[in-house]
């Protein structure tokens, strides 16, 4: 089909705007689950050909990209599917063009009815695989980089496959176990019981298949709303890798990690074992103040107040957190199994929780050498705000308490660090950005029509005019990018650290709810769809998208040879420019060349950084040698090598830089609780050994 039309009498696009056909049903209907996966199917269907900022034609070329791409995500590793089923499920290769517009499914029905029965039949392998022991003498190798290999002919062949990638997986635990053997034996510790080869080799097959055992289980519990956002994703990210469908838990948890917090008691759980362990508990949280729940206990049962309690034991942990979460306010009642075999039924009252790591945080770092030289440092882990709250926190606001709060200090200049951060608000990244400049465009933004529109900063108040370091590396995205690429058009600060990922799109969230007919409410909720609606432009016209910001000056790590980033995704966007908008730079006081040139004579010398140029080759090497023996001898003798070699990186990373780093005085940390001042103190001492943080100290020294 050339052209493609969704919701027929469902949905209409009106000025950019998803509204529905003007007509009022007072007829509510009972929604399965069939029939709510087909108005999922309509919305994102009619969304993504009217509102995309560049929607791909719904025809046999975009079936056969996301026919692959959702095999690809079904068994990625060729682990489960033969050849013989890519053969049968071929024939809808060019179908789910039509498939999305009939909404009848046959495809995503038909390859997991197939991958169920292949899961079945691998339970069967690896069980009889794992019973008996492998012969590490035999000269005999394994290609473990998916794209080099094909799917398995037949069963025959896929059994083969799997006892090479049990007896690699037992291979690699049991050299780990000798080696912690002969450490504790030349350390004298006798703590470290000896075991022979045999015994060793026993117990590694024997965790393994625990491990397994756990894993299928867990694939057991697999429910086929979680395939079926599989399916339908894959999909979308034909379009681009940054559009998704979120099912209604997945945009819980999006909304949990953008604002920060969440209504429930603050205890971080995990499966194991089919028992639901509590892991840690968050400071200041209902549960940390109730007091009663520790870590390490396990949940048997969970209660509504008093209502009848549910058992929770061999359930999903999605779902288990549910029955746990609930409105500020309200009780649940936990049935618990303490470490000494006890039983203690736990009520703790539900109230917002708040996760401190998400925010923003600040230390003084002073280089050991000259204790007067101070300088502010910022770590921002994302773009945070909370969307669902217009009064919510918002990292601006935050950045701009830290930067007061810095200032009383007295500092000669600040470091921004965004390494690591993956974007997040686009408003906050322009209102970051004047913090630091008087006023003026930040950046470009062009929807899929039209013009682009000029975001920018009209607060002329400068909250900080001193020297400044912004730090990103090859994870800093998006929002990180127009913050970083705004700091450096204008020249008001020095971009230092690795190229970043290259995310030049605007996604906006839908709630599918806010536009289902009233006849379909029965059936929410419905969840939200991610879309790219727009991409973003640098005020000087040209793009991060694949791009990235390049620093002003590089300081590789230890990912610098490994191709990370957009350039990587499954059908990125293309990279463009347009006509870039007047500003006027920042008078800066020093020269770009000069700061690069001192800082490159430092780092050619400073031994930590030479042993983070071998560690990225070595990443490399590693990443690139996919071909692997079996032998135990020949397997021992190249891991020892690799052992050797992440020794000295992690003895590197233990050592300290001469950095003296501490709170702000303003934080009060006497007054904290001491979890909270353990954390603190292990962060405190993870900057104290950052050597990108010293760079940057000295950076800002030649700033002056």
Sequence with gaps: MKRRVFGKGLFLIMTGILVFVFFVSWIVRSIDEEQKKKIVVDFIGTALTTMHFKPVAINDDMSEKAFNLFIKRMDYNKRFFLQTDIDELKKYETRLDDEMVSKNFSFYRKAVEIYKRRVELTQKFYREILSRSFDFNKDEQIETDPDKIQFCKNEKELKEYWRKMLKFQVLSRLNASLEIQEQSKNQGDTTIKIQSFEALEKEAREKLLKNYDETYNRMAKTKDADYFSLYINSIINVFDPHSDFMPPDDKKNFDISMSGKLEGIGATLQESGGYIKVVNIVPGSPAWLQGELQVN?????????????????????????????????????????????????????????????????????????????????????????????????????????????????????????????????????????????????????????????????????????????????????????????????????????????????????????????????????????????????????????????????????????????????????????????????????????ELAGKSQMRVEKDSAFIVVEQKAMNNKQLKDETLFVLNFNTYRQKQKQTELNNRIFDLWQKKPTGLLVRNLKEDNMARRDTATLARNRRWLEDLSRDVYLKESVNIIRDMQ
């Design 297 to 593: 206990d396990i949940i048997l049962k969970v209660a509504q107040g008093n209502e009848e309690p549910v058992d929770i034991v061999d359930m999903r942990i999605d779902d288990a957190v549910k029955l746990i979460r609930g409105k500020k306010g309200t009780e649940v009642r936990l049935t618990v199994k303490k470490v000494d075999g006890s039983i203690k039924l736990i009520k703790i009252i539900r109230d917002v929780v708040i996760i401190e790591e998400t925010y923003a945080r600040s230390a003084l770092l002073k280089d050991g050498k000259d204790t007067t030289f101070v300088v502010g440092y910022i770590f921002l882990p994302k773009f945070y705000a909370d969307f669902n709250d217009r009064n919510g926190r918002t990292c601006a606001d935050d950045v701009k308490k830290e930067l007061e709060k810095i200032k009383k200090e007295n500092p000669r200049g600040i470091i921004l660090d965004l390494r690591n951060n993956g974007g997040g608000s686009l408003m906050d990244a322009v209102n970051m950005a004047g913090l630091f400049i008087k006023e003026g465009p930040v950046v470009q933004v062009k929807g899929r029509y039209g013009p682009p529109a000029v975001l920018e900063d009209k607060d002329p108040q400068i909250h900080y005019r001193g020297p400044l370091v912004v730090l990103i590396n090859e994870f800093s995205a998006s929002a990180s990018e127009i913050l970083a690429a705004a700091m450096q058009d204008y020249g008001r600060a020095v971009i230092v650290g690795s190229k970043s990922f290259g995310k030049g799109t605007v996604q906006r969230i839908l709630e599918i709810d806010d536009y289902v007919p009233a006849e379909y409410a029965s059936g929410k909720p419905y969840g939200a769809l991610k879309i790219t609606i727009q991409k973003f432009y640098r005020i000087n016209g040209g793009s991060t998208q694949l791009k990235g910001v390049t620093p002003d000056i590089i300081l590789n790590d230890i990912y610098s040879y490994i191709e990370r980033g957009e350039a990587e995704q499954e059908y990125p966007m293309p990279w463009s420019e347009i006509q870039p908008v007047p500003y006027q730079k920042w008078d800066t006081t020093y020269n770009l060349t």
